[in-house]
């Protein structure tokens, strides 16, 4: 039987110290080894998982927000993501100077039409759903030459569910639709303001050409050539105070975006940036407030900036994916040259926000149940 040995330092039995007085009575050096061992191997863990705690700590109130280990993670989950739902900016370029633009013309790139089939081609064979042309202004580059190619390609060969188009609704010619209407499932036009004087302060207008007359001819057209119109318009210090119930119910989007302005650094903020947007932005409070007085609208779909940031999969010009989670826009290298699994992983995508905005929605056009 052992005897009690108690611990010349606290005087419990079972301290680690008795232990070791226990067998170094009685000589037993393999068992004295084991038990510093673990001892050293305790101290170990306890330590590191102090050191872990304090570095997320830091990381978490340095500014950076994402851990080196929580960024891993974050990456491995969007590896697995599909990209089901893809903005393709093919185009910075534009004929309008919106005051907040945040994605200026910083170059005036466009890819070759066939390299641009080849990565939309990658993006249809790892799950795209629905594909939506932007810019820029989608319809400048090859007078929508180039657009109508892409959306037929789109909806012809790769036989994508939604087809859809941004834009701000300035150069589309009723020969488009004539061209190419069939293949388009969605169009949305920009207009933040039913007054004229507001769009021109926002800087939403070219010439003297009347954007809200525009609107109306655009929504005609989508009725007489089948396309599903929707409206997307910008909240900010401008709009904020208006009233624009009685015009969105008359033009009857099947859906009306509703965006609080947003800054993001090297576009629309910062040094390297071609606007300052910092006059535009508007506070949370007041972007509620925008959305309480048209709630009675019943295609209004609001999109804060928290929702905004990082719940779209944006490709740019090269094809690359852009990175917003650290508020400016980071590039992924280019699905053409490394692949969508292998690019996506830099795209910063947060899927969750994508479907708690409501990212997923009827958006095929034989779907809608539309009366044209
Ligand atoms: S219409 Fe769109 S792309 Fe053109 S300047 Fe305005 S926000 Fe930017």
């Not at 000589?27 to 305790?42: G, M, V, W």
């Not at 040259?337 to 479907?355: P, R, T, Y």
Request: aromatic share 12%.
């Amino acid at each position: 039987m052992r005897a009690q040995v108690r611990c010349a330092w606290c005087g419990h039995s079972r301290c680690n110290r008795a232990e070791m007085m226990f067998f170094s009575n009685e000589h037993s050096s393999p068992k004295l080894l084991q038990l510093c061992l673990d001892t050293l191997h305790r101290i170990f863990c306890f330590f590191s998982s102090v050191c872990f705690w304090t570095l997320r700590r830091l990381w978490a109130t340095e500014g950076s927000h994402v851990s080196p280990v929580d960024r891993k993670l974050e990456e491995r989950q969007i590896q697995s993501t599909t990209p089901a739902s893809v903005n393709y900016h093919f185009t910075r370029k534009c004929n309008y100077k919106c005051g907040f633009c945040f994605h200026t013309a910083k170059t005036s790139f466009v890819l070759p039409l066939d390299e641009a089939k080849r990565g939309l081609k990658l993006l249809k064979a790892s799950g795209m759903e629905k594909i939506n042309f932007s810019g820029g202004e989608p319809f400048l580059h090859d007078r929508g030459e180039f657009l109508g190619k892409l959306v037929q390609f789109c909806k012809l060969d790769l036989q994508l569910p939604s087809v859809s188009i941004v834009s701000n609704g300035s150069m589309i010619k009723e020969n488009w639709f004539q061209k190419y209407g069939d293949y388009l499932d969605i169009l949305a036009i920009s207009c933040d303001s039913f007054d004229e004087t507001t769009n021109q302060l926002i800087g939403r207008t070219q010439g003297r050409k009347s954007h809200v007359d525009n609107l109306f001819k655009i929504r005609n057209w989508c009725q007489q050539y089948k396309v599903a119109f929707k409206i997307n318009s910008v909240i900010n210090t401008f709009n904020v105070d208006e009233d624009m119930r009685e015009q969105i119910t008359e033009l009857n989007p099947v859906r009306w975006k509703v965006f609080q302005c947003l800054l993001i650094d090297g576009e629309n903020a910062g040094e390297a940036a071609l606007r300052e947007a910092e006059r535009f932005v508007i506070s949370d409070q007041q972007f509620e407030e925008f959305l309480d007085r048209h709630s009675s609208v019943s295609c209004l779909v609001p999109e804060s900036n928290e929702k905004m940031r990082n719940s779209y999969l944006i490709l740019d010009e090269y094809m690359r994916f852009l990175d917003c989670r650290e508020g400016r826009k980071d590039p992924s290298k280019s699905i053409l040259d490394v692949g969508v699994k292998e690019a996506i992983c830099f795209s910063g995508f947060d899927e969750k926000m994508f479907l708690k905005r409501g990212g997923k929605y009827v958006w095929s056009k034989a779907d809608m149940k539309l009366e044209w």
